[in-house]
């Protein structure tokens, strides 16, 4: 079955008015990368780069890193590739980043936090991001992970503008980013939402435990509204800009077909999933305009639960059944 949702995907995602909604993949290896672009994704958006460090208790190389990253890059030859900088810590804990004695793992130094308490790795890490660019036609993008003030975006923009990456943005994972999202893209220009973590930490519920599964649902109401509250940010931050300021997810949210409806109805410009679901996204995204996405973003918004939206969105979507 799922090698006959790959091969019915034609490598452009749209919705039934013509409205383009970029479908791209999640991929950590050069193995993913070229499954990816043969499953027909425009693009990669999220290389987890942690897949690249796993298994290591030293840190690799400029050169090391450098052909990992180019060997991802050269499966998408004139292509867009948003590279997200380590995310060590909590569920990802890598022996020369993390403290493994933290009482919180999750609320810790983790992801761009890692920067205050390990200088020099991640500079380094945009250096050889830069040199494997270079190197390849790729469009690299470049993002930070676990961003919680406009702050940090301005100073991750400062080291990679440094690297000469040109393009920079960070992940909106916290209730912070999401509501100071015009001010940190007055910073950067792009954000993407990871929803795995936007909603571990909008719900106060750790994605790690199967006993708040319901809680740490995308399709929660106030996860909903945080996506929205960044669209609009973003929204105003191109107006004053005059620069469309992209927003992506590249949570698991993406993978559901009619969550990914929800999401465009927001206000979501690209979405971002594993190779597999490509295929069922774009066929689901197909079949409905941009009036009925804002329609039933409406509806799942004004909810007063994770299974009340979603199953309203469900009952409307007949393509689903
Ligand atoms: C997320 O938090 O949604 C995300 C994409 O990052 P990860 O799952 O790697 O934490
Ligand atoms: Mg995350």
Known sequence: RAAAQLASFDGRGALADGTEVPLLANV???????AAAEAGAEGVGLLRTEFCFLGRDSEPTVAEQTQAYAEIFAAFEGKKVVVRTLDAGADKPLPFLTDTTEPNPALGVRGYRTDWTTPGVLQRQLEAIAAAARETGAHV??????????????????LASAEGLQVTGVMVETPAAAITAEQILERVDFVSLGTNDLT?????????????????SPWQPAVLRMIERTAAGARAASDA????????VCGEAAADPALAVVLVGLGVDTLSMSARSLAAVAAVLARVDTAQAERLAALAVSATSAREAKETVRAQLPVLH
């Open 241 to 248: 800009s005059g620069e469309h300021k992209n927003v992506g």
């Open 28 to 34: 950590g290896t050069g193995d993913d990368a070229r």
């Open 200 to 216: 571990q930490y909008t719900m106060a519920a750790d994605r790690m435990l199967g006993a708040l599964a319901e809680l740490n």
């Open 141 to 158: 993008w470049v993002m930070a992970p676990m961003i919680a003030t406009a702050e940090e975006a301005a100073r991750f923009h400062e």
